[in-house]
C-alpha cells in the first residue's frame, strides 16, 4: 500500500475541527476515560492506531491505550 492510497484518518475520541479559514483545532476531548467503541471490518483492511498523536492533543504528553482486535465467526 502506498502514502496515496491512505485517504484520511478516523479520529474517534478526538475532538478535531477547523475554522472556516483552515485553521486546525484540537481541543480536550468530549470522551471520558474508559469511553469504548466497536467497528466491524466488511472486508479486508490495514489498520494503523495511535493514541495522541497530534502535537496539539494531550498537553503534549503521550498515554498509553487499550485495545483489541476480535476475530469473528466468519474469520478465515
Not at 475541527?17 to 470522551?31: A, F, M, N, V
Amino acid at each position: 500500500m502506498t502514502k496515496d492510497r491512505i485517504a484520511t484518518t478516523f479520529n474517534i475520541f478526538m475532538n478535531v475541527w477547523s475554522d472556516p479559514d483552515g485553521t486546525l483545532h484540537i481541543d480536550p476531548p468530549l470522551s471520558s476515560p474508559g469511553a469504548q467503541f466497536r467497528v466491524r471490518a466488511e472486508q479486508e483492511l490495514f489498520v494503523g492506531l495511535t493514541a495522541c498523536s497530534a502535537e496539539k492533543s494531550n498537553g503534549g504528553v503521550c498515554k498509553p491505550i487499550d485495545y483489541q482486535l476480535l476475530p469473528t465467526a466468519t474469520s478465515r
